[in-house]
């Protein structure tokens, strides 16, 4: 089982202009402990399940090219950007742009959003949830068409949401054949359907129906003639060691549990990493407990 370390709460105890470096002495501690994948959550303001929107949020693509700079080895994802949030080209350009400057390290992370309040409190689209799904259809095969050969397409992209008259990428993405597309979300109905045809990588919902939830996806994957095992199965989670390191064996009881079910990489907020001491836990005694799972 591999890890991932997910920002999703910059609500440090620090002084504004310490975040930069707070951040930066994290990512390298991430890093260095083994953490597969650093990803940052794609949302303007605080979910309301981690403070509501009084919380400080940095800009998700910002952070993640300020993360390239300061890292050397993870990979590096939004988790997950909302499909209306941004626009299929700008998508493209900004994932490349990443990809390109952290040596061939970025995923695009896509999903079709759940936060309605942070769209609508800084104007941004936020259509209703059927046209979201078939927007972020459209998107995905809009970035494939970017991505294709040395330079994307020289033919138009004419979809119902989504249209490109010359959809050019230059520099193309050092990730070939591009980088790899992790779809979040555990809808059997509308969301894993997308899974089995375009992602590399799926973040399911974690809890008791998570084994009913990958079996859905299996059975959309023979059906789609794709290989159920090529797809990577990732969850979010909670990584609480505790003070001292007194919750290292329940999480890696917990984790334990995720492999048995399926799950190929686990990524969560370690709690308090701004004191990187829980991360140094992390190294010692979890990481390496997990590898074999």
């Not at 929107?53 to 939004?78: D, G, K, M, N, W």
């Not at 992370?109 to 078939?134: C, H, N, Q, S, W």
């Not at 033919?155 to 989504?162: D, N, T």
Request: glycine share 10%; proline share 8%.
């Amino acid at each position: 089982m591999k890890l991932g370390l997910h920002l999703n709460d910059f609500a440090w105890p620090v002084q504004p202009d310490q975040v930069g470096p707070t951040l930066s002495a994290v990512a390298r501690a991430a890093e260095e402990a083994g953490f597969d994948t650093i990803a940052v959550m794609d949302h303007v303001w605080q979910h309301p399940m981690m403070g509501g929107p009084e919380q400080p949020v940095l800009e998700c693509y910002a952070t993640l090219a300020y993360l390239a700079a300061h890292t050397s080895r993870a990979r590096l994802i939004a988790l997950a950007t909302p499909v209306s949030y941004r626009f299929a080209g700008m998508l493209v350009k900004t994932v490349t742009a990443l990809d390109v400057l952290s040596g061939g390290r970025a995923w695009l992370g896509i999903g079709v959003g759940d936060y309605e309040e942070e769209a609508r409190g800084l104007g941004i689209p936020f259509p209703g949830t059927t046209e979201r799904y078939a927007l972020m259809e459209e998107t995905i095969q809009a970035c494939l068409s970017m991505w294709k050969g040395e330079h994307g397409d020289d033919e138009p992209f004419e979809g119902s949401h989504v249209r490109m008259d010359r959809p050019l990428n230059l520099p193309q993405s050092l990730s070939r054949p591009h980088p790899p597309i992790l779809i979040a979300g555990s809808g059997e109905r509308r969301t894993l359907p997308l899974v089995a045809r375009y992602a590399d990588a799926c973040n399911l919902r974690p809890g008791p129906d998570l084994p009913r939830t990958l079996q859905t996806l299996r059975t959309l994957c023979e059906a789609e003639g794709r290989d159920f095992e090529s797809i990577e199965k990732t969850c979010p989670w909670r990584f609480d060691v505790g003070r001292d390191g007194r919750g290292v064996d329940s999480l890696i009881e917990q984790l334990h549990g995720f492999a048995e079910m399926g799950i190929d990489t686990v990524i969560g907020r370690v709690i308090d990493e701004y004191r990187i001491e829980p991360i140094e836990i992390m190294a010692r005694e979890v990481i390496p407990a997990v590898m074999d799972f």
